[in-house]
DNA sequence: GTTTTTTGTCAACGGCTGTTGACTTCTACC
DNA sequence: GGTAGAAGTCAACAGCCGTTGACAAAAAAC
């Protein structure tokens, strides 16, 4: 009954948060990526999201939709292959590697948000499209004949692998830096695709 | 009211199903593993295994204690890359790509299924090191010196990577028999690795 | 100074999840 | 034939999920 001039704001001490909607739109994006990527699209869910930004559930709806167009958004960035597809094959494969086993494997990375979307029925076709869209054609174009595609799904498929078990199913074989012996191997096997294998 | 003589069995012309606890038991594996191996753990739920199985959720329950523990004995099952660690060193590249490409995509495969635990929080660690234990160290003490460890996780990686695009995340790239272009390639890269690839 | 729009919070909804306990029904043993 | 126990069903629980609409407050427009 005594209720004294103002019953709303009865929070504490918690200073109310800038209101900055760009900023806050890319703090949602950036926590979106980071759990998309370290759990995968079923086990990153939309409380967790609005709690890693700093914010609530229900503003991460207003922002972006629902949860598949967030990932959508999530998605919409370059997967990061294109600046190694330059004119000096030579050394290729050593770039790549040195890249992937240089990289903090906590980023949140496009390639990893994909690899998780294995399996999961609202958004692997999307991962899919993505990357044969942005990965296997330019990689192929590159490539070149002979069997530009086939090399190009292989190189992928060393890089999917290899990242797979550095950082969504982390064994200690894939551990270390870009001066371990897999990283010189992976580097050897891709530059041994990218020259054109031979026949088996 | 007049109800007549048998309350129970309201059941119209569904045949109870025949009591047989080891059958039983072994389609309700069977389900799991068809459900893990292509939907994933978070995604495969107890109702749709129940489902499949032809029983209830609560059966399985019964029989294997939790999801998780049904997890654990659907992957107490060898992986099946045994058989091609014989004597024989020349063709296991070949062997190995031509089993990969042959095998129905659809099966329900350890392989397929462990690399769906990715990110799950729950049974992520109990596939990483089944992987170790069953594969890696098998397969590096296979391979012998040197770099026998990089090479083996090397391999893991190649083949993973692969059946992770047919099967999961089914791209059209990786998509047809064992005798395209792409699985000649993965031949070629596995027997390099295997006859110990060069150094980077 | 008032109104409108933007930015954010709050509580709740229906639906799905894994799991539980009470209950039937069939089978095998004495 | 009666009974103990195995095999299976059913309904419900608590908890989490994505999503919604009503509301509060700050900022901007008039």
Redesign the interface.
């Known amino acids: 009954m005594a209720q004294r001039k103002s019953p709303t704001r009865p929070r504490s001490a918690a200073p109310p948060r800038p209101r900055d909607a760009e900023q806050t739109r890319s703090e949602i994006l950036h926590a979106a990526r980071v759990l998309f990527a370290?759990?995968?699209y079923?086990?990153a869910g939309m409380r967790e999201i609005a709690a890693a930004a700093g914010i609530t559930p229900a503003l991460v709806v207003r922002y972006f939709g629902s949860k598949r167009d967030l990932f959508i958004a999530a998605i919409e960035s370059d997967i990061g292959l294109g600046p190694f597809l330059g004119p000096d094959r030579a050394t290729v494969?050593?770039h790549i590697?040195r890249y992937f086993f240089s990289k903090p494997v906590r980023e949140a990375d496009t390639l990893s948000i994909?690899?998780?979307?294995?399996?999961?029925?609202e958004v692997?076709d999307l991962?899919?499209e993505l990357?044969?869209a942005r990965v296997?054609q330019p990689l192929a174009r590159w490539l070149g004949p002979p069997?530009a595609?086939?090399?190009?799904?292989?190189l992928?498929?060393?890089?999917?692998?290899?990242w797979?078990?550095r950082q969504?199913?982390?064994?200690?074989?894939?551990a270390g830096g870009p001066d371990?012996?897999?990283a010189?191997?992976?580097?050897?096997?891709l530059?041994?695709?990218v020259d054109g294998?031979?026949?088996?």
């Not at 994909?114 to 029925?121: F, M």
């Not at 595609?149 to 292989?154: F, T």
């Not at 969504?168 to 894939?174: E, N, Q, T």
């Not at 294998?197 to 088996?200: F, G, L, Q």
């Open positions: 370290t759990r995968g079923a086990n494969g050593r590697a994909l690899l998780h979307a294995a399996g999961e029925p692997c991962a899919t990357l044969a296997i069997r595609e086939a090399r190009a799904a292989l992928l498929a060393i890089i999917s692998g290899t797979l078990f969504a199913l982390p064994m200690r074989a894939f371990t012996a897999l010189s191997c992976m580097a050897a096997q530059q041994h695709v294998s031979p026949e088996a």
